[in-house]
């Protein structure tokens, strides 16, 4: 490190955002990208405080402390190859973490200095170190003869088939779609993800020897137990897709949309993946209101905009502290035009026969839930309606275990998550011993570093398995 009091000198700088009434007009990512210069000064801003709580609260416990200091110095390939030492999303996970909750919001420098810019230096040495012709070294892999069939090639699916090929197995990734990532490309809209850096992804995880087998579902183009017969393990990383539903009067109503199939229209129109031009849901003009407070929310509103909306109202039940979404998230979409009505719970959507307004009660904080967030609770006679021609629902998902699960006994819990194993030899074991799983359809839906997380873990469990 240069100088140990950098980070005084030098102050927290992020990567130039693109200022809010440019870029709504278009769906490219609005952060640019950092300078040589710029990440090494960021970089060099670590203390190496000796206690690395930011490795810690970072769910794949990257080694930041050690790739900051590789960055400061200009080593940018040694820490690319530590950096896919413990992630194998970097690029992703540095651009779309919520980093204040995670590895930055547990920056020792975060007492009045600025955290480091974790995120945005880790996406610098992806991004970068590809552009300079760097590839992960694969050049000690020896092969085992071993064969493991990964359904799903989302955050999950490719975590364990990274691991599975660096140790000499062959991994073989099926998914129903046509392209890689899961909701990596077909939720995440492009202006916090460009697709072309899957595509990226894409090309070096088919250097490294994994074999992608798309537009292929699981239990209709080919059948489970053809794979158990042909491979020597699974690994399931299939993901949440059942809508949560609000249970109140008029969700049926046209004008009505839930938010993945929302996203994913304006996705597929994008990617040039739209089959019929009437998929498209078309925001242009409208009032639109989108009900929840997460990260499928933000995108909702902030795709409306891009798309023309007139407006863009957003009520959720709990206050602002309570959102469960990234801080920064919420931060961009307001300063792009989003109304935000929080302690708001919508009780109906009112129209006749189209959409006309969200009925909604104001809310106050009661006691805390079984998961410690205090439960809103209704204030009497606080009714009031917002006008809207479209309601947008993003109340979240629940897994939608298959029927082969039962007949290949494959368990779920009492909120249909795929039972595992979560420690000894063989983690993340299913109840079906040659079977394992991870990401959203083992914790319920969660984070692409949590997905990554547990794909590479349970890789680790199926390799103990292997003997290998
Ligand atoms: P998925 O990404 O859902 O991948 C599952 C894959 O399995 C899919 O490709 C699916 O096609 C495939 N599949 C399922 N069944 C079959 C079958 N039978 N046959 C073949 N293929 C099958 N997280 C963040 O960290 N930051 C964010 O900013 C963020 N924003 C989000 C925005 C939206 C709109 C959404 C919906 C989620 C967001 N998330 C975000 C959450 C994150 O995307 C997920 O937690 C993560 O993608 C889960 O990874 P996964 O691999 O478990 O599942
Ligand atoms: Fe931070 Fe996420 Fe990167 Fe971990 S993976 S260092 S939490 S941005």
Known sequence: MGNYFQFIDVPRQDTEKEPARARVQKFTEIYGDFSTEHAAAQADRCVECGNPYCEWKCPVHNYIPNWLKLIAEGNLFEAAELSHKTNTLPEVCG??????????????????????????VEKYITDEAFKQGWRPDMTGVVPTGRRVAVIGAGPAGLGAADILVRNGVEAVVFDRYPEIGGLLTFGIPPFKLEKEVIAKRREIMEYMGVEFRLGVDVGTDVTYAELEREYDAVFLGMGTYTYMRGGFPGEDMPGVYEALPYLVSNINRLMGFEKSPEEFVDMADQRVVVLGGGDTAMDCNRTALRQGASSVTCA???????????????????EEGVDFRFNRQPVEIVGDGQVEG??????????????GR??????PGSEEIIPADRVIMAFGFRPDPPEWFDEHGIGVDERERVRVKKGGRHPFQTDNPNVFAGGDMVRGSDLVVTAVYEGREAAKGILAYMGV
């Open 95 to 120: 651009r779309v973490c919520p980093q204040d909750r995670l590895c930055e919001g547990a920056c020792t420098l975060n007492d009045g200095f600025g955290a480091v810019t974790i995120g945005s």
């Open 374 to 379: 205090r439960r809103p609770e209704t204030v």
């Open 358 to 371: 969200v009925k909604v009660v104001e809310t106050r904080l009661g006691a805390p839930d079984e998961r």
């Open 316 to 334: 959720y039940r709990r206050d602002e502290q309570n959102m469960p979404g990234s801080r920064r998230e919420v931060y961009n979409a307001r």
